[in-house]
């Protein structure tokens, strides 16, 4: 502004002027003004009134008052009006109350009061001579900021002496500006969303909106209108029943409520803290919480409140209830499906099957530290326990085709199971199969096969030609299919001396009948 004494017929005629749609550079130069003397008066002017005809209405001396940062003495209606000012500050931060709504209020008591226009700009007026003013266009339980402090925190490996350090969360509540710090060990997605979690269940509830900055944690790929979140976030919103939008990149009076908390921290925590030496991230929290209520419970400079109070009384019961279980962190993968109707959750190397109408599809995984659920078209179609075996496989029968399902049943009790059904000698061949090798699994095939022979052949056939084939006391699926072939299950035993049908069996012996 210039050294030189504006004279208030020129404040007026800068008002005027102004009114007329004269641009500043032209109202500086006719007045004999600096451009930036003239953007002052103006932008003063335009704080104040909302319509810039009501200046002209002020005296001299209230106007020179108001551009000179010296209040003007209010009359006994003024003075009764400032009264009710001490109040609105927090019948304000409540829902649904507004500057209107306090003025139907006022006006309903007062008939001769002052008009609406008037009752806003003395309000104004009062705030801007107040020590701390409170941001009132936050209402109770709306928003709360979240940020991460620039600066970070500290603690020791015993035996090591490594310092190893935390990064420090902050959220604070818009209205209250009620405040949670937790050190965390980074700003990984996993560690964010955590300390998040700790701070809604830190205030005891859930406020309409959350409000980060465009951390990567967070925020995919900011934008102007509409970032893209970070899907584990949108998920947590949605649990908790809130939403979330970040504010602006290079916005910072967007979250100036979480900046200055995080100012205050570094008085309040972060200094008390600078000479202290801590064993664990554990114990650093646990010293940071008393000193964190400590700040909470300080009084507002020239208030005779605290960030408790005011959240106790304001903002507590206009917080949404939380939810009945905590927040289990989801992770996301995409995949395809294999022919073998499994998908392969890359982060473990573990195998998870599906139902095998989607071999060849993509599908979504959802997974957290208990359990993988697979979508497919938005439709859940598995659940699974987590297993973190590297290179095994988790399947349900039933999402394999049917002739894989029966695969999947192979086991000897499986085997013995389904001989016992055609019968005993049938069940004593395949005991006899299972016990012939090492490793009972190297006998499945040979089993199946027997048992598929009693499909072609019916139970009696199949029963005769085991007795047969445990008689020549070398069982095998060859030869008892070779039994089958020469129809010499119908030849009773007692009827023949019982020898190989090759002289010497072996079932790598092709035998004459193999010539013929």
Not at 92 to 115: A, F, I, M, N, T
Not at 459 to 477: K, L, V
Request: glycine content about 4%; overall charge positive.
């Amino acid at each position: 502004m210039a050294n030189k004494l504006t004279q208030m017929y020129q404040i007026r005629r800068i008002i005027q002027l102004q009114i007329q749609g004269i641009s500043r550079s032209e109202i500086a130069r006719t007045q004999g003004l600096s451009r930036n003397t003239v953007r002052h008066y103006l932008d003063l002017f335009k704080s104040y009134f909302k319509d810039l005809s009501e200046a002209l209405t002020w005296s001299d001396e209230a106007l020179h008052r108001l551009v000179s940062g010296k209040p003007a003495e209010p009359s006994p209606k003024h003075q009764t009006l400032h009264e009710r000012f001490k109040n609105y500050e927090q019948e304000l931060s409540r829902v649904g109350v507004s500057r209107q709504l306090l003025w139907l209020e006022y006006r309903k008591e007062q008939p001769d009061g002052v008009q609406f226009s008037q009752f806003c700009n003395l309000f104004r007026q009062w705030q801007k001579h107040q020590q701390v003013v409170m941001h009132l266009e936050h209402k109770a339980g709306e928003k709360l900021f979240i940020d991460f402090a620039g600066s970070k925190l500290y603690w020791t490996d015993i035996p090591t002496g490594q310092s190893i350090a935390a990064e420090v969360f902050v959220a604070t509540l818009a209205c209250s500006q009620l405040t949670y710090v937790e050190a965390i060990p980074s700003q990984r997605k996993s560690h964010f969303l955590a300390a998040l979690s700790n701070a809604l269940v830190y205030f005891g509830g859930v406020p309409q909106a959350i409000i980060p900055d465009n951390l990567k944690s967070a925020v995919t790929k900011p934008d102007r209108y509409e970032p893209h979140l970070n899907e584990s976030l949108e998920h947590f919103a949605a649990h908790y029943g809130s939403c979330i939008y970040p504010a602006r990149s290079g916005k910072p009076r967007d979250k100036s409520l979480v900046e200055k908390a995080v100012e205050l921290a570094y008085q309040r925590i972060y200094a008390p803290l600078r000479n202290q030496v801590f064993s664990s991230l554990a114990a650093l929290n646990e010293a940071i919480l008393p000193l964190l209520e400590v700040h909470n419970q300080a009084l507002f400079q020239g208030k005779d409140y605290s960030r408790r109070s005011r959240f106790e009384e304001v903002e507590r019961s206009a917080l949404r209830p939380l939810p009945s279980e905590k927040y289990q962190l989801q992770s996301y993968h995409t995949a395809k499906v294999h022919p073998d109707c499994h998908v392969l959750l890359s982060e473990d190397r573990h195998y998870y099957s599906v139902p095998y109408t989607l071999v060849g599809q993509l599908v979504k995984m959802v997974y957290n530290t208990e359990t993988v659920e697979i979508y497919h078209n938005y439709q859940r179609i598995a659940t699974h326990q987590r297993m973190v075996s590297k290179h095994h496989y988790t399947t349900l029968k039933e999402h394999l085709p049917a002739q894989h399902q029966w695969l999947m049943n192979w086991s000897p009790v499986f085997f013995e199971q389904e001989a016992l059904k055609i019968g005993m000698n049938t069940h004593l061949a395949i005991q006899q199969l299972l016990n012939r090798k090492t490793y009972p699994a190297q006998s499945y095939k040979s089993c199946a096969g027997v048992l598929s022979l009693a499909k072609k052949v019916g139970a009696q056939r199949m029963e005769n030609a085991c007795q047969r084939a445990i008689a020549y006391e070398g069982i095998s699926y060859t030869l008892i299919k070779s039994i089958l072939d020469r129809e010499l299950d119908y030849i009773p035993l007692a009827d023949e001396t019982i020898t190989s049908p090759t002289g010497i069996y072996h079932e790598n012996i092709r035998g004459a009948s193999h010539y013929q």
